[in-house]
């Protein structure tokens, strides 16, 4: 299937100097489970990475973090040599453990490390945009980024990086981060339950920086998910399409990047996130996360 980006729901966005489709594609699910491991239909994956690039899709988000190589490697597989929109952003600052762990490596030498290693696994000379994720698995934590995103301000300056995003991080770290240089992206948790960014989600549009949320749907209770479910229900949709669409209309700095090994349910999720939501629905909405 061959559509152009131009009929993904929100249109594009302008990150760094490429116009890339607001509605992405996140290629952690096709690793295994807990993101550990082969994917168990190898071409499968491979498909819906065809598929998300046959769409329209411009942008992917990944990590040699997750597999970890394998996804990286079955990106490579799937669409190499790129074709000349597809924008490919990646992160550093966490490895894996045996256990399936994500220990944080942010020293400059693990950084340097890890991003000769994305390089690798994707068949690139130069990455097109390299988050630095700080915090851990519970979320943002607090303190200066100086030293390890200087590295990756290095790194680019040696032509291995075009752009610079950081990821799980307080406004105050990306306002240090900006302080040191040019960044093009934040990516942090958010979706209609957990609005802590709001302010910041502004902030950024205001600078032409985008804000990529994972966990559209994560962190809900059944109490805060009954409006959800009840718009969902009287447009006769699911929850996920009704948080995929209330995020492109929540502000046109936000890019999606939802994941999944099913080019099925990739097809529902473009679908989903076009959904038209009236006023009244996005006040019900905009009461989950107030």
Same mark, same amino acid.
């Not at 994956?45 to 079955?74: K, M, Q, W």
């Not at 229900?233 to 948080?243: D, I, Y």
């Given at each position: 299937?061959?559509?152009? @980006?131009?009929?993904? &729901?929100?249109?594009?966005?302008?990150l760094g100097d490429s116009s890339v489709t607001r509605f992405g594609y996140g290629a952690m699910q096709l690793a295994g489970p807990w993101v550990m491991g082969?994917? +168990?239909?190898?071409?499968?994956? =491979? +498909?819906?990475?065809?598929?998300?690039?046959? =769409?329209?899709?411009?942008?992917?988000?990944?990590?040699?973090?997750?597999?970890?190589?394998?996804?990286?490697? $079955?990106?490579?597989?799937?669409?190499? &040599?790129?074709?000349? &929109?597809?924008?490919? !952003?990646?992160?550093?600052?966490?490895?894996?453990?045996?256990?399936?762990?994500?220990?944080?490596?942010? /020293?400059?030498?693990?950084?340097?490390?890890?991003?000769?290693?994305?390089?690798?696994?994707?068949?690139?000379?130069?990455?097109?945009?390299?988050?630095?994720?700080?915090?851990?698995?519970?979320?943002?934590?607090?303190? @200066?980024?100086?030293?390890?995103?200087?590295?990756?301000?290095?790194?680019?300056?040696?032509?291995?990086? /075009?752009?610079?995003?950081?990821?799980?991080? #307080?406004?105050?770290?990306?306002?240090? +981060?900006?302080?040191?240089?040019?960044?093009?992206?934040?990516?942090?948790?958010?979706? $209609?339950?957990?609005?802590?960014?709001d302010d910041l989600v502004d902030h950024l549009a205001a600078d032409g920086i985008a804000y990529v949320p994972f966990f559209p749907l994560g962190g809900f209770t059944p109490l805060q998910s009954e409006a959800l479910s009840r718009v969902a229900n009287r447009l006769q949709t699911t929850?996920? @399409?009704?948080?995929? +669409?209330?995020?492109?209309? /929540?502000?046109?700095?936000?890019?999606?990047? &939802?994941? #999944?090994?099913?080019?099925?349910? =990739?097809?529902?999720?473009? !679908?989903?996130?076009? $959904?038209?939501?009236?006023?009244?629905?996005?006040?019900? $909405?905009?009461?989950?996360?107030?």
């Amino acid at each position: 299937m061959n559509t152009s @980006s131009a009929s993904l &729901p929100g249109g594009t966005w302008t990150l760094g100097d490429s116009s890339v489709t607001r509605f992405g594609y996140g290629a952690m699910q096709l690793a295994g489970p807990w993101v550990m491991g082969p994917p +168990a239909d190898h071409d499968g994956a =491979l +498909a819906v990475l065809r598929e998300a690039v046959g =769409l329209g899709i411009t942008h992917i988000d990944t990590s040699d973090a997750y597999g970890p190589r394998f996804t990286n490697e $079955l990106i490579r597989e799937a669409l190499h &040599p790129y074709p000349e &929109p597809l924008f490919i !952003a990646t992160k550093v600052g966490a490895t894996r453990d045996a256990q399936g762990g994500w220990p944080t490596a942010r /020293r400059p030498e693990d950084l340097r490390k890890q991003v000769h290693e994305n390089l690798g696994s994707l068949g690139v000379d130069t990455l097109d945009l390299v988050n630095l994720r700080m915090g851990d698995a519970q979320g943002p934590r607090p303190g @200066s980024i100086a030293e390890a995103f200087e590295t990756l301000v290095d790194l680019r300056q040696e032509g291995l990086i /075009r752009h610079l995003g950081v990821s799980n991080v #307080t406004a105050e770290q990306v306002a240090e +981060a900006r302080s040191i240089a040019p960044i093009v992206c934040v990516q942090n948790m958010y979706n $209609l339950a957990h609005r802590h960014d709001d302010d910041l989600v502004d902030h950024l549009a205001a600078d032409g920086i985008a804000y990529v949320p994972f966990f559209p749907l994560g962190g809900f209770t059944p109490l805060q998910s009954e409006a959800l479910s009840r718009v969902a229900n009287r447009l006769q949709t699911t929850p996920m @399409s009704v948080a995929l +669409a209330w995020l492109l209309r /929540r502000s046109l700095n936000i890019l999606l990047i &939802p994941g #999944t090994s099913s080019t099925a349910h =990739l097809r529902e999720n473009v !679908a989903g996130a076009g $959904l038209a939501l009236s006023d009244e629905d996005v006040a019900e $909405l905009d009461g989950i996360g107030h």
